[in-house]
């Protein structure tokens, strides 16, 4: 049975969070490794586990790091889908892992920071994950069933209110990203729309396209081909400003919706005990893949900027979305539960 929290009590309890469990491994790894170490770092195979189904935006850039790391390091980097539980399922098995950086995950917001804060009774703290580099983000978009009658976010919001309840909404699972974009979005135009969660992006855009469900929030990653193919329709980008891959789809401020914008952040993760030099050698070799001419467009045409810089910059962030989630849950926008 799930146990929810009234806003207060779970307004304090993510504030508790925010300033014990998010000093988090801002430790970057509790105890220092040797450069001798990090020099010999990686000398067999590393698994880097995607914690939703392959095909995710979360698995399209994880193997494209992942091959690049292989090349540059000569072992493989073996990509390892563990999907479940919105993705707490694999972001459980690392933060529970070997700290020796041969064990990585290739997250987002859903399976690390939304799982803490926003469960009653998280499979682990944040304190045990390591920061290793902020990959980048993307606005999220909606997308619906190419037979669904609203054609952009504005004719959603009015379908919407005229059908109360009728609107089926996917995400990738509870407390995923896509999951909380939802109940902000829900909350800021004042919808009602029944949340169908998924184990991962992939499944619920089937449904989407087979007509089993009507929308979801996801990226122009995980979307783009059933999107091109004729399969599915985007209504909506939810970022600040247009983006480069779809540029005739209108922003929600431009369709007159406050308060609903959405992004979704990537990074890579060790477990929290992993040696201070083994992370760092591992975010200076991302940080140069991410430099790379083939990648950044390769990004490009999947609506990702890039971010890299230090672990500090990427742990900054996290402490940053552990506070703007106390915030919703505080305004009762978001659940404990």
């Given amino acids: 049975m799930a ?64 091959q690049k790391l292989s090349d540059a390091w000569g072992q493989a980097v073996l990509v390892d889908n563990r ?35 926003l469960s009653a009774k998280p499979q682990f703290t944040m304190a045990e994950l390591a920061p290793v580099i902020f990959i980048g983000y993307s606005p999220l978009i909606i997308v619906a069933n190419p037979a669904f009658p609203p054609r952009n976010a504005r004719e959603l919001v009015e379908h919407a209110k005229a059908n109360p309840g009728k609107i089926n909404w996917g995400s990738a699972g509870n407390n995923s990203n896509l999951h909380t974009a939802l109940e902000v979005f829900k909350a800021a135009t004042g919808i009602q729309a029944t949340h169908v969660p998924y184990k991962g992006t992939g499944p619920s855009l089937a449904d989407i396209a087979g007509g089993q469900i009507q929308l979801m929030f996801t990226t122009w990653v995980s979307a783009e081909s059933l999107v091109k193919a004729g399969r599915l329709r985007v209504l909506s980008t939810a970022g600040a400003k247009r983006m480069a891959s779809l540029p005739n789809v209108p922003t929600f401020q431009e369709q007159g919706i406050k308060g ?38 390769r990004f490009d045409t999947l609506g990702i900027e890039i971010e890299g810089g230090p672990p500090a910059r990427y742990a900054e962030l996290l402490k940053s979305e552990v506070a703007r989630l106390a915030r919703l849950v505080k305004t009762g926008a978001l659940q404990v539960d």
């Fill in 3 to 66: 146990v929810r929290l009234s806003a207060a009590a779970a307004g304090a309890r993510a504030v508790a969070l925010m300033s014990a469990g998010v000093g988090l491994a801002l430790g970057l790894g509790t105890k220092p490794g040797t450069v001798l170490a990090a020099d010999a770092f990686p000398s067999r195979p590393v698994r880097m586990v995607v914690p939703f189904t392959p095909g995710a935006s979360n698995d399209i850039i994880g193997r494209l790091i992942g």
């Fill in 83 to 117: 999907p479940g539980a919105g993705g707490a399922l694999g972001a459980a098995l690392v933060a529970k892992g070997t700290p020796d950086g041969y064990t990585l995950l290739v997250t987002n917001p859903g399976p690390t920071v939304n799982h803490v804060v």
């Fill in 260 to 297: 609903a914008d959405a992004i979704v952040w990537f990074g890579l993760d060790a477990p929290g005990k992993t040696p201070r030099a083994i992370v760092e050698r591992i975010n200076a070799d991302v940080d140069k893949v991410l430099a790379m001419p083939d990648v950044r467009t």
